[in-house]
Protein backbone atom coordinates (compact mmCIF):
# COMPACT_ATOMS: atom_id res chain seq x y z
CA UNK A 1 0.00 0.00 0.00
CA UNK A 2 0.99 3.71 -0.56
CA UNK A 3 0.39 5.95 2.76
CA UNK A 4 -0.37 9.19 2.84
CA UNK A 5 0.70 10.54 6.74
CA UNK A 6 0.85 13.90 8.29
CA UNK A 7 -0.11 15.99 10.90
CA UNK A 8 -4.55 16.05 11.94
CA UNK A 9 -5.23 19.31 9.82
CA UNK A 10 -2.50 19.15 7.12
CA UNK A 11 -4.64 18.49 4.25
CA UNK A 12 -4.49 14.47 3.79
CA UNK A 13 -8.28 14.54 3.08
CA UNK A 14 -7.94 16.95 0.33
CA UNK A 15 -4.60 15.27 -0.94
CA UNK A 16 -7.11 11.96 -1.29
CA UNK A 17 -9.95 13.66 -2.72
CA UNK A 18 -7.47 14.88 -5.66
CA UNK A 19 -6.12 11.45 -6.08
CA UNK A 20 -9.62 9.99 -6.45
CA UNK A 21 -10.60 13.03 -8.97
CA UNK A 22 -7.62 12.48 -11.12
CA UNK A 23 -8.08 9.11 -11.36
CA UNK A 24 -10.62 10.19 -13.65
CA UNK A 25 -8.35 12.46 -15.74
CA UNK A 26 -6.30 8.78 -16.71
CA UNK A 27 -5.93 7.93 -19.89
CA UNK A 28 -8.21 4.75 -20.53
CA UNK A 29 -10.22 5.79 -17.40
CA UNK A 30 -13.12 3.62 -18.28
CA UNK A 31 -10.97 0.68 -17.55
CA UNK A 32 -9.85 2.09 -14.17
CA UNK A 33 -12.37 0.95 -11.13
CA UNK A 34 -11.84 3.42 -8.41
CA UNK A 35 -13.13 2.46 -4.84
CA UNK A 36 -13.22 5.57 -2.78
CA UNK A 37 -14.01 5.63 1.52
CA UNK A 38 -13.72 8.41 4.04
CA UNK A 39 -13.49 6.84 7.18
CA UNK A 40 -15.68 8.00 9.86
CA UNK A 41 -17.85 9.61 7.77
CA UNK A 42 -20.44 7.50 7.70
CA UNK A 43 -22.10 4.80 9.92
CA UNK A 44 -21.22 2.48 7.27
CA UNK A 45 -17.48 3.43 7.03
CA UNK A 46 -17.36 3.58 11.18
CA UNK A 47 -15.16 0.04 11.48
CA UNK A 48 -13.06 -1.84 8.80
CA UNK A 49 -15.24 -4.73 9.60
CA UNK A 50 -18.42 -2.33 7.73
CA UNK A 51 -15.90 -0.69 5.48
CA UNK A 52 -14.22 -3.92 3.91
CA UNK A 53 -18.58 -5.49 4.18
CA UNK A 54 -19.52 -2.63 1.44
CA UNK A 55 -16.42 -2.86 -0.62
CA UNK A 56 -17.03 -6.67 -1.12
CA UNK A 57 -20.40 -5.94 -2.13
CA UNK A 58 -19.93 -3.09 -4.15
CA UNK A 59 -17.28 -5.68 -5.95
CA UNK A 60 -19.68 -8.65 -6.17
CA UNK A 61 -22.18 -6.28 -7.81
CA UNK A 62 -19.01 -5.42 -10.49
CA UNK A 63 -18.25 -9.08 -10.59
CA UNK A 64 -22.08 -9.78 -11.93
CA UNK A 65 -21.46 -6.67 -14.39
CA UNK A 66 -18.90 -8.17 -16.10
CA UNK A 67 -19.88 -11.48 -16.38
CA UNK A 68 -23.25 -11.05 -17.57
CA UNK A 69 -24.76 -12.06 -13.82
CA UNK A 70 -23.35 -15.53 -13.81
CA UNK A 71 -23.54 -16.98 -11.02
CA UNK A 72 -25.07 -13.98 -9.17
CA UNK A 73 -26.45 -16.59 -6.63
CA UNK A 74 -23.15 -18.72 -5.77
CA UNK A 75 -21.35 -15.62 -5.73
CA UNK A 76 -23.55 -13.80 -3.36
CA UNK A 77 -24.31 -16.71 -1.01
CA UNK A 78 -20.65 -16.82 -0.70
CA UNK A 79 -20.42 -13.25 -0.23
CA UNK A 80 -23.02 -13.64 2.76
CA UNK A 81 -21.86 -16.63 4.67
CA UNK A 82 -17.99 -15.06 4.50
CA UNK A 83 -18.72 -11.91 5.34
CA UNK A 84 -19.60 -12.94 8.93
CA UNK A 85 -16.05 -11.99 10.46
CA UNK A 86 -13.20 -9.79 8.97
CA UNK A 87 -10.73 -12.34 8.49
CA UNK A 88 -12.52 -14.10 5.85
CA UNK A 89 -14.01 -10.84 4.69
CA UNK A 90 -10.35 -9.26 3.84
CA UNK A 91 -9.88 -12.98 2.30
CA UNK A 92 -13.13 -12.85 0.01
CA UNK A 93 -12.04 -9.15 -1.04
CA UNK A 94 -8.76 -10.43 -2.00
CA UNK A 95 -10.01 -13.41 -4.23
CA UNK A 96 -12.76 -11.15 -5.88
CA UNK A 97 -9.48 -8.20 -6.76
CA UNK A 98 -8.13 -11.30 -8.31
CA UNK A 99 -10.98 -12.81 -10.16
CA UNK A 100 -11.66 -9.14 -11.90
CA UNK A 101 -8.04 -9.60 -12.97
CA UNK A 102 -8.58 -13.19 -14.83
CA UNK A 103 -11.88 -11.83 -16.59
CA UNK A 104 -10.40 -8.35 -17.89
CA UNK A 105 -6.18 -8.22 -17.25
CA UNK A 106 -6.34 -4.28 -18.63
CA UNK A 107 -8.84 -3.65 -16.16
CA UNK A 108 -6.69 -1.11 -12.91
CA UNK A 109 -8.42 -0.94 -9.47
CA UNK A 110 -7.77 1.55 -7.42
CA UNK A 111 -8.97 1.37 -3.73
CA UNK A 112 -8.62 4.86 -1.32
CA UNK A 113 -8.70 4.67 2.05
CA UNK A 114 -9.18 8.10 4.18
CA UNK A 115 -8.40 8.16 7.87
CA UNK A 116 -7.45 4.73 9.00
CA UNK A 117 -7.49 7.00 12.50
CA UNK A 118 -11.17 7.24 12.21
CA UNK A 119 -11.82 3.41 12.53
CA UNK A 120 -12.31 1.54 16.51
CA UNK A 121 -8.93 1.08 18.76
CA UNK A 122 -9.82 -2.64 17.96
CA UNK A 123 -9.54 -1.98 14.30
CA UNK A 124 -6.07 -0.42 15.06
CA UNK A 125 -4.64 -3.07 17.19
CA UNK A 126 -5.52 -6.04 14.61
CA UNK A 127 -3.78 -3.81 11.07
CA UNK A 128 -1.85 -6.56 10.52
CA UNK A 129 -4.53 -9.01 9.77
CA UNK A 130 -6.76 -6.80 7.63
CA UNK A 131 -4.52 -4.17 5.57
CA UNK A 132 -4.03 -5.52 2.33
CA UNK A 133 -0.07 -6.03 1.55
CA UNK A 134 -0.36 -8.19 -1.56
CA UNK A 135 -2.48 -7.38 -3.96
CA UNK A 136 -3.25 -8.12 -7.82
CA UNK A 137 -0.60 -6.55 -10.09
CA UNK A 138 -3.42 -4.46 -11.63
CA UNK A 139 -5.17 -2.85 -7.96
CA UNK A 140 -2.96 -0.04 -6.28
CA UNK A 141 -4.17 0.42 -2.52
CA UNK A 142 -3.82 4.42 -0.99
CA UNK A 143 -4.60 5.01 2.74
CA UNK A 144 -4.22 8.04 4.82
CA UNK A 145 -3.56 8.33 8.55
CA UNK A 146 -2.24 10.71 10.75
CA UNK A 147 1.52 8.97 12.23
CA UNK A 148 0.80 9.44 16.62
CA UNK A 149 -2.67 8.10 16.52
CA UNK A 150 -3.02 4.52 17.94
CA UNK A 151 0.58 3.16 16.79
CA UNK A 152 -0.98 2.73 13.54
CA UNK A 153 1.76 4.40 11.11
CA UNK A 154 4.28 2.49 13.20
CA UNK A 155 2.53 -0.41 12.83
CA UNK A 156 1.94 0.00 8.92
CA UNK A 157 5.94 0.60 8.88
CA UNK A 158 6.87 -2.69 10.38
CA UNK A 159 4.93 -4.66 8.08
CA UNK A 160 6.39 -3.11 5.19
CA UNK A 161 9.46 -3.79 6.53
CA UNK A 162 8.60 -7.47 7.06
CA UNK A 163 7.74 -7.91 3.49
CA UNK A 164 11.12 -7.71 2.90
CA UNK A 165 11.89 -3.54 2.10
CA UNK A 166 14.24 -1.90 4.54
CA UNK A 167 13.32 0.82 6.37
CA UNK A 168 14.90 4.05 4.70
CA UNK A 169 13.21 2.43 1.31
CA UNK A 170 9.87 1.86 3.21
CA UNK A 171 9.43 5.13 3.56
CA UNK A 172 10.67 6.55 0.75
CA UNK A 173 8.57 4.64 -1.86
CA UNK A 174 5.72 3.78 0.02
CA UNK A 175 5.27 6.53 2.91
CA UNK A 176 4.53 10.20 1.90
CA UNK A 177 4.67 13.05 4.73
CA UNK A 178 2.33 15.77 3.96
CA UNK A 179 4.64 18.77 5.18
CA UNK A 180 3.34 22.13 6.98
CA UNK A 181 3.08 25.69 4.88
CA UNK A 182 5.60 28.13 4.91
CA UNK A 183 4.44 31.76 6.08
CA UNK A 184 4.78 32.88 2.45
CA UNK A 185 2.75 30.33 1.16
CA UNK A 186 0.30 30.92 3.70
CA UNK A 187 0.14 35.05 3.17
CA UNK A 188 -0.42 33.70 -0.89
CA UNK A 189 -3.34 31.52 -0.14
CA UNK A 190 -5.29 33.93 2.15
CA UNK A 191 -4.79 36.79 -0.50
CA UNK A 192 -6.18 34.44 -3.16
CA UNK A 193 -8.92 33.87 -0.65
CA UNK A 194 -9.75 36.88 0.19
CA UNK A 195 -9.25 38.12 -3.49
CA UNK A 196 -12.72 35.55 -4.23
CA UNK A 197 -14.58 36.71 -1.84
CA UNK A 198 -13.78 40.72 -2.62
CA UNK A 199 -11.76 41.29 0.99
CA UNK A 200 -9.02 42.98 1.77
CA UNK A 201 -7.06 43.70 4.74
CA UNK A 202 -4.94 46.64 5.87
CA UNK A 203 -1.62 47.18 6.47
CA UNK A 204 -1.65 47.05 10.14
CA UNK A 205 -3.75 43.81 10.52
CA UNK A 206 -1.08 42.01 8.00
CA UNK A 207 1.67 43.03 9.95
CA UNK A 208 -0.23 40.93 13.30
CA UNK A 209 -0.93 38.00 10.54
CA UNK A 210 2.55 37.94 9.47
CA UNK A 211 3.25 38.03 12.71
CA UNK A 212 1.19 34.77 13.60
CA UNK A 213 2.68 33.42 10.73
CA UNK A 214 6.24 33.51 11.62
CA UNK A 215 5.73 32.24 14.97
CA UNK A 216 2.63 29.52 13.93
CA UNK A 217 2.34 26.02 13.04
CA UNK A 218 1.28 26.57 9.58
CA UNK A 219 -1.36 23.75 8.34
CA UNK A 220 -4.16 24.47 6.27
CA UNK A 221 -6.71 23.85 8.63
CA UNK A 222 -5.01 26.61 10.85
CA UNK A 223 -4.98 28.80 7.75
CA UNK A 224 -8.91 27.87 7.14
CA UNK A 225 -9.70 28.93 10.46
CA UNK A 226 -7.87 32.12 10.31
CA UNK A 227 -9.36 33.33 7.36
CA UNK A 228 -12.89 32.64 8.60
CA UNK A 229 -12.09 34.78 11.42
CA UNK A 230 -10.72 37.79 9.59
CA UNK A 231 -12.99 37.52 7.00
CA UNK A 232 -15.32 39.22 9.38
CA UNK A 233 -12.94 42.06 10.17
CA UNK A 234 -13.53 46.11 9.06
CA UNK A 235 -10.92 48.14 8.27
CA UNK A 236 -11.22 50.08 11.49
CA UNK A 237 -10.77 46.79 13.94
CA UNK A 238 -7.95 45.80 15.96
CA UNK A 239 -7.28 42.00 16.03
CA UNK A 240 -8.39 40.41 19.46
CA UNK A 241 -5.40 40.24 22.04
CA UNK A 242 -6.21 36.34 22.12
CA UNK A 243 -6.54 35.74 18.51
CA UNK A 244 -2.91 36.78 18.07
CA UNK A 245 -1.94 34.60 20.60
CA UNK A 246 -3.09 31.34 18.70
CA UNK A 247 -0.33 30.01 17.50
CA UNK A 248 -1.54 26.67 16.64
CA UNK A 249 -4.90 24.69 15.64
CA UNK A 250 -6.34 23.29 19.48
CA UNK A 251 -5.60 27.21 20.44
CA UNK A 252 -8.27 28.53 17.51
CA UNK A 253 -10.51 26.20 18.17
CA UNK A 254 -10.77 27.26 21.69
CA UNK A 255 -10.61 30.80 20.96
CA UNK A 256 -13.69 30.21 18.30
CA UNK A 257 -15.57 28.33 20.89
CA UNK A 258 -14.78 31.27 23.62
CA UNK A 259 -16.39 33.77 21.58
CA UNK A 260 -19.33 31.29 21.03
CA UNK A 261 -19.80 31.41 24.59
CA UNK A 262 -19.80 35.45 24.54
CA UNK A 263 -22.33 35.56 21.87
CA UNK A 264 -24.88 32.52 23.00
CA UNK A 265 -23.78 32.28 26.96
CA UNK A 266 -21.11 30.01 28.27
CA UNK A 267 -23.71 27.37 29.30
CA UNK A 268 -25.77 26.58 26.61
CA UNK A 269 -22.49 26.69 24.24
CA UNK A 270 -20.76 24.15 27.00
CA UNK A 271 -23.08 21.47 26.98
CA UNK A 272 -24.40 21.90 23.18
CA UNK A 273 -20.75 21.23 22.42
CA UNK A 274 -20.60 18.23 25.26
CA UNK A 275 -23.80 16.44 23.88
CA UNK A 276 -22.76 16.77 20.12
CA UNK A 277 -19.35 15.08 21.15
CA UNK A 278 -20.19 12.45 22.89
CA UNK A 279 -22.65 10.75 20.30
CA UNK A 280 -20.19 8.51 17.98
CA UNK A 281 -22.30 9.44 14.72
CA UNK A 282 -23.49 12.50 15.50
CA UNK A 283 -26.74 14.56 16.87
CA UNK A 284 -29.99 15.35 15.76
CA UNK A 285 -31.63 18.41 15.92
CA UNK A 286 -34.23 16.41 18.17
CA UNK A 287 -32.29 14.85 20.07
CA UNK A 288 -30.06 17.83 21.33
CA UNK A 289 -33.38 20.10 22.39
CA UNK A 290 -34.22 17.13 24.19
CA UNK A 291 -31.25 16.85 26.14
CA UNK A 292 -30.95 20.39 26.96
CA UNK A 293 -34.79 20.44 27.96
CA UNK A 294 -34.04 17.81 30.23
CA UNK A 295 -30.48 19.66 31.05
CA UNK A 296 -31.62 22.44 34.30
CA UNK A 297 -28.31 24.07 34.42
CA UNK A 298 -29.21 24.90 31.08
CA UNK A 299 -33.10 26.37 31.86
CA UNK A 300 -31.52 28.01 34.62
CA UNK A 301 -29.54 30.43 32.80
CA UNK A 302 -32.18 30.38 30.37
CA UNK A 303 -35.40 31.50 32.17
CA UNK A 304 -33.39 33.60 34.85
CA UNK A 305 -36.44 35.51 35.41
CA UNK A 306 -39.47 33.75 33.76
CA UNK A 307 -41.48 31.01 34.01
CA UNK A 308 -42.53 29.90 30.92
CA UNK A 309 -45.84 27.79 30.25
CA UNK A 310 -43.53 24.66 28.87
CA UNK A 311 -40.76 24.34 30.31
CA UNK A 312 -38.55 23.58 27.11
CA UNK A 313 -35.51 24.82 25.35
CA UNK A 314 -36.70 27.57 22.61
CA UNK A 315 -35.61 26.15 19.36
CA UNK A 316 -33.88 29.50 18.12
CA UNK A 317 -31.39 28.75 20.72
CA UNK A 318 -29.62 25.88 18.96
CA UNK A 319 -30.56 26.57 15.80
CA UNK A 320 -28.58 29.80 16.60
CA UNK A 321 -25.61 28.39 17.87
CA UNK A 322 -25.63 25.71 14.91
CA UNK A 323 -25.60 28.62 12.48
CA UNK A 324 -22.59 30.07 13.79
CA UNK A 325 -20.97 26.52 13.74
CA UNK A 326 -22.43 26.09 10.43
CA UNK A 327 -18.25 25.87 9.26
CA UNK A 328 -17.15 23.67 11.43
CA UNK A 329 -20.22 21.24 11.18
CA UNK A 330 -21.70 18.05 8.80
CA UNK A 331 -24.73 16.69 8.22
CA UNK A 332 -25.13 13.18 7.25
CA UNK A 333 -27.47 10.51 7.93
CA UNK A 334 -26.54 7.51 10.88
CA UNK A 335 -29.00 5.47 11.74
CA UNK A 336 -31.59 6.40 9.41
CA UNK A 337 -31.37 9.63 11.08
CA UNK A 338 -30.50 12.73 9.91
CA UNK A 339 -27.80 14.13 12.12
CA UNK A 340 -24.87 16.72 12.63
CA UNK A 341 -21.44 15.96 13.61
CA UNK A 342 -17.75 18.01 13.39
CA UNK A 343 -16.43 17.87 10.20
CA UNK A 344 -12.84 18.02 11.28
CA UNK A 345 -11.56 15.40 13.89
CA UNK A 346 -8.95 18.40 15.89
CA UNK A 347 -13.12 19.93 16.76
CA UNK A 348 -13.57 16.45 18.40
CA UNK A 349 -10.38 16.43 20.52
CA UNK A 350 -10.28 20.12 21.58
CA UNK A 351 -14.10 19.23 22.58
CA UNK A 352 -12.94 16.34 24.68
CA UNK A 353 -9.97 18.00 26.15
CA UNK A 354 -11.16 21.31 27.00
CA UNK A 355 -14.74 20.18 28.24
CA UNK A 356 -15.23 16.76 28.42
CA UNK A 357 -12.13 15.86 30.96
CA UNK A 358 -12.22 18.57 33.14
CA UNK A 359 -15.84 18.01 34.06
CA UNK A 360 -16.50 17.83 37.96
CA UNK A 361 -18.11 15.42 39.96
CA UNK A 362 -20.83 17.43 40.28
CA UNK A 363 -21.10 18.36 36.22
CA UNK A 364 -20.96 14.81 35.54
CA UNK A 365 -23.75 14.21 37.74
CA UNK A 366 -25.50 17.10 35.68
CA UNK A 367 -24.97 15.93 32.37
CA UNK A 368 -24.78 12.06 31.75
CA UNK A 369 -27.97 10.69 33.96
CA UNK A 370 -29.71 13.30 31.25
CA UNK A 371 -28.33 10.91 28.31
CA UNK A 372 -29.41 8.27 30.28
CA UNK A 373 -32.58 9.71 31.32
CA UNK A 374 -33.29 10.36 27.53
CA UNK A 375 -32.80 6.72 26.54
CA UNK A 376 -34.49 5.40 28.93
CA UNK A 377 -37.72 7.51 28.56
CA UNK A 378 -37.75 8.45 32.39
CA UNK A 379 -39.80 11.47 32.09
CA UNK A 380 -41.22 10.83 28.67
CA UNK A 381 -44.90 11.75 29.37
CA UNK A 382 -44.23 12.87 32.98
CA UNK A 383 -43.02 15.45 35.12
CA UNK A 384 -39.77 16.90 35.63
CA UNK A 385 -39.45 18.76 38.91
CA UNK A 386 -37.21 21.45 39.10
CA UNK A 387 -36.32 24.46 42.05
CA UNK A 388 -36.73 28.15 41.46
CA UNK A 389 -34.00 30.80 41.71
CA UNK A 390 -34.03 33.66 44.00
CA UNK A 391 -35.69 35.59 41.97
CA UNK A 392 -38.54 33.61 40.78
CA UNK A 393 -39.57 32.72 44.39
CA UNK A 394 -39.61 36.48 44.99
CA UNK A 395 -41.65 37.44 41.85
CA UNK A 396 -44.05 34.69 42.50
CA UNK A 397 -44.23 34.82 46.26
CA UNK A 398 -43.23 31.27 46.78
CA UNK A 399 -41.75 30.20 49.71
CA UNK A 400 -38.35 29.00 50.03
CA UNK A 401 -38.85 25.83 51.86
CA UNK A 402 -41.60 25.58 49.32
CA UNK A 403 -41.62 21.51 47.35
CA UNK A 404 -39.98 21.35 43.92
CA UNK A 405 -42.14 22.80 41.14
CA UNK A 406 -42.76 20.29 38.39
CA UNK A 407 -42.80 20.70 34.46
CA UNK A 408 -42.97 18.40 31.24
CA UNK A 409 -39.96 18.50 29.24
CA UNK A 410 -42.05 16.74 25.95
CA UNK A 411 -39.66 15.03 25.33
CA UNK A 412 -40.04 12.53 22.54
CA UNK A 413 -40.59 8.88 22.85
CA UNK A 414 -36.87 6.48 22.72
CA UNK A 415 -38.88 2.87 23.16
CA UNK A 416 -36.27 0.08 21.51
CA UNK A 417 -38.91 -0.85 19.26
CA UNK A 418 -41.67 0.72 17.22
CA UNK A 419 -44.52 -1.38 15.54
CA UNK A 420 -46.21 -0.13 12.32
CA UNK A 421 -50.14 -0.04 11.98
CA UNK A 422 -49.38 -3.24 9.48
CA UNK A 423 -47.43 -5.33 12.27
CA UNK A 424 -43.72 -4.45 10.77
CA UNK A 425 -40.91 -4.12 13.51
CA UNK A 426 -38.65 -1.08 13.30
CA UNK A 427 -36.40 -0.91 16.04
CA UNK A 428 -34.15 2.50 17.05
CA UNK A 429 -31.11 2.00 16.30
CA UNK A 430 -29.82 5.25 17.78
CA UNK A 431 -30.43 4.32 20.54
CA UNK A 432 -28.97 1.08 19.67
CA UNK A 433 -26.01 2.66 18.47
CA UNK A 434 -25.28 5.35 20.81
CA UNK A 435 -26.55 4.21 24.16
CA UNK A 436 -23.12 1.71 24.64
CA UNK A 437 -21.11 4.48 23.36
CA UNK A 438 -22.42 7.08 25.82
CA UNK A 439 -21.35 4.50 28.63
CA UNK A 440 -17.95 4.87 27.59
CA UNK A 441 -17.75 8.23 28.19
CA UNK A 442 -19.79 8.18 31.17
CA UNK A 443 -18.68 8.78 34.73
CA UNK A 444 -17.37 6.13 36.33
CA UNK A 445 -19.71 6.11 39.17
CA UNK A 446 -22.65 4.90 37.32
CA UNK A 447 -21.00 2.92 33.61
CA UNK A 448 -20.22 -0.53 34.64
CA UNK A 449 -23.44 -1.01 36.62
CA UNK A 450 -25.92 0.59 33.95
CA UNK A 451 -23.75 -1.18 30.94
CA UNK A 452 -24.89 -4.39 33.03
CA UNK A 453 -28.99 -3.37 33.78
CA UNK A 454 -29.29 -1.52 30.26
CA UNK A 455 -27.57 -2.95 27.46
CA UNK A 456 -25.87 -6.52 27.96
CA UNK A 457 -28.34 -8.24 30.73
CA UNK A 458 -31.33 -6.95 29.35
CA UNK A 459 -33.42 -9.02 27.09
CA UNK A 460 -35.18 -6.73 24.82
CA UNK A 461 -32.11 -4.75 23.68
CA UNK A 462 -30.35 -7.30 22.96
CA UNK A 463 -32.30 -8.94 20.79
CA UNK A 464 -32.53 -5.44 19.00
CA UNK A 465 -29.14 -5.41 18.62
CA UNK A 466 -28.62 -9.02 17.65
CA UNK A 467 -31.33 -8.45 15.10
CA UNK A 468 -29.76 -4.74 13.42
CA UNK A 469 -25.78 -5.31 13.91
CA UNK A 470 -23.36 -7.73 13.54
CA UNK A 471 -21.62 -9.66 16.01
CA UNK A 472 -18.59 -7.74 15.49
CA UNK A 473 -20.03 -4.48 16.45
CA UNK A 474 -21.23 -5.68 19.68
CA UNK A 475 -18.14 -7.52 20.46
CA UNK A 476 -16.45 -4.01 19.90
CA UNK A 477 -18.75 -2.13 22.29
CA UNK A 478 -17.96 -5.25 25.54
CA UNK A 479 -14.67 -4.96 24.41
CA UNK A 480 -14.42 -1.15 24.44
CA UNK A 481 -16.52 -1.50 27.99
CA UNK A 482 -14.24 -4.03 29.57
CA UNK A 483 -10.67 -2.62 28.17
CA UNK A 484 -11.07 0.75 29.08
CA UNK A 485 -11.27 -0.34 32.84
CA UNK A 486 -7.87 0.94 34.20
CA UNK A 487 -8.35 4.03 32.62
CA UNK A 488 -11.10 4.63 34.79
CA UNK A 489 -11.58 5.34 39.19
CA UNK A 490 -13.65 2.22 39.86
CA UNK A 491 -13.58 1.52 43.55
CA UNK A 492 -12.33 -1.96 43.69
CA UNK A 493 -15.37 -3.01 45.92
CA UNK A 494 -16.65 -6.22 45.85
CA UNK A 495 -19.75 -5.27 44.10
CA UNK A 496 -18.25 -3.83 40.97
CA UNK A 497 -16.04 -6.96 40.93
CA UNK A 498 -18.48 -8.54 41.08
CA UNK A 499 -20.38 -6.74 37.72
CA UNK A 500 -17.12 -7.27 35.78
CA UNK A 501 -17.36 -10.86 36.82
CA UNK A 502 -20.47 -10.80 34.85
CA UNK A 503 -19.64 -8.99 32.08
CA UNK A 504 -16.49 -11.17 31.65
CA UNK A 505 -19.46 -14.33 31.22
CA UNK A 506 -21.15 -12.41 28.52
CA UNK A 507 -18.17 -11.86 27.10
CA UNK A 508 -17.53 -15.41 26.86
CA UNK A 509 -21.17 -16.54 25.72
CA UNK A 510 -20.73 -14.45 23.06
CA UNK A 511 -17.59 -16.59 22.28
CA UNK A 512 -19.50 -19.65 22.40
CA UNK A 513 -22.84 -18.99 20.75
CA UNK A 514 -22.90 -15.27 19.65
CA UNK A 515 -22.55 -16.18 15.68
CA UNK A 516 -25.34 -18.55 16.02
CA UNK A 517 -27.36 -15.54 18.15
CA UNK A 518 -26.24 -13.11 15.13
CA UNK A 519 -27.76 -15.62 12.27
CA UNK A 520 -31.10 -15.92 14.11
CA UNK A 521 -31.63 -13.25 17.13
CA UNK A 522 -35.05 -15.00 18.16
CA UNK A 523 -32.63 -17.72 19.68
CA UNK A 524 -31.00 -15.38 22.03
CA UNK A 525 -33.85 -16.34 24.84
CA UNK A 526 -32.78 -20.20 24.48
CA UNK A 527 -29.36 -19.55 24.26
CA UNK A 528 -29.23 -17.77 27.32
CA UNK A 529 -31.52 -19.91 29.45
CA UNK A 530 -29.69 -23.08 28.48
CA UNK A 531 -26.27 -22.30 28.90
CA UNK A 532 -26.43 -19.97 31.94
CA UNK A 533 -29.40 -21.12 33.96
CA UNK A 534 -26.11 -22.77 36.98
CA UNK A 535 -25.69 -19.08 37.56
CA UNK A 536 -29.28 -18.31 38.52
CA UNK A 537 -29.99 -16.83 41.80
CA UNK A 538 -26.64 -16.20 42.14
CA UNK A 539 -25.44 -13.55 40.41
CA UNK A 540 -28.17 -10.80 39.76
CA UNK A 541 -27.63 -9.33 36.34
CA UNK A 542 -27.90 -12.91 34.93
CA UNK A 543 -30.87 -13.61 37.21
CA UNK A 544 -32.32 -10.91 35.85
CA UNK A 545 -31.62 -11.88 32.05
CA UNK A 546 -32.94 -15.12 32.51
CA UNK A 547 -36.30 -14.10 33.94
CA UNK A 548 -36.74 -11.54 31.24
CA UNK A 549 -35.79 -14.29 28.56
CA UNK A 550 -38.37 -16.06 30.13
CA UNK A 551 -40.77 -13.28 30.77
CA UNK A 552 -40.58 -12.02 26.87
CA UNK A 553 -38.78 -14.71 24.33
CA UNK A 554 -42.18 -16.63 23.81
CA UNK A 555 -42.67 -14.42 21.21
CA UNK A 556 -39.91 -14.75 19.49
CA UNK A 557 -39.27 -18.47 19.55
CA UNK A 558 -41.50 -21.43 21.58
CA UNK A 559 -38.14 -22.86 22.72
CA UNK A 560 -37.90 -23.46 26.57
CA UNK A 561 -35.05 -24.43 28.57
CA UNK A 562 -35.72 -26.26 32.12
CA UNK A 563 -32.03 -27.18 33.05
CA UNK A 564 -29.10 -26.34 31.94
CA UNK A 565 -28.56 -28.42 28.71
CA UNK A 566 -26.00 -26.72 26.53
CA UNK A 567 -22.06 -25.96 27.59
CA UNK A 568 -21.91 -23.03 29.72
CA UNK A 569 -19.06 -20.61 29.23
CA UNK A 570 -15.96 -20.78 31.55
CA UNK A 571 -15.90 -24.64 30.66
CA UNK A 572 -13.57 -26.43 28.62
CA UNK A 573 -15.35 -24.62 25.33
CA UNK A 574 -14.41 -21.62 24.47
CA UNK A 575 -15.35 -21.14 21.06
CA UNK A 576 -18.08 -22.15 19.23
CA UNK A 577 -18.08 -21.71 15.02
Known amino acids: PFVVTGESGCGKTSVM ?9 MKNSTDCLRITRFLGTTVNTSSIYKTYKYISLQLHYFLN ?4 NQSFRQRYERYQHESRDLNSLT ?7 REIHSIEPKRKIVIILDSLDQLTPNDYKSVSKWLFMRLPVNVKLIVSTIPNHGNLLDLITKMLIKRGDNS ?10 V ?10 ILRNWLDVANQTLND ?11 KGKLLPLFLKLIYDIVIKWHSYDEPDPDFLSCLKIDEIIVYLFRQLERTHGPLIVKRSICYMTVFKNGISDAELEDLLSLDDDVLYSVFQFHLPPIRRLPTILWVRIKNDLAEYLVEKEANDTQVVFWYHRRFVDVAQENYLKHFTADENKAVFPNILDFYNETWKGREKPFKLNDY ?8 KDEVDILADRFISSQAIEFVTDDGQVHYNKRKLTELPNCLLNIASFMAIEKACELIFYSYEFMHAKFSCESLNEINDDLNSLLSDRRSWSYERDTRTENMFQQLRVFHNLMRLCGQQINDHPDSFGFQVTSRLLT ?10 LIDESDRFSMKHCALVSPYAQLEPPGGYLCFSL
Open 17 to 25: AIVHKLVDD
Open 65 to 68: LITG
Open 91 to 97: ELIVEQL
Open 168 to 177: EEATRNHILN
Open 179 to 188: KELNPEQSEL
Open 204 to 214: SQWNHLRNIFR
Open 392 to 399: LKKKLNKQ
Open 535 to 544: YYGKKKFITK
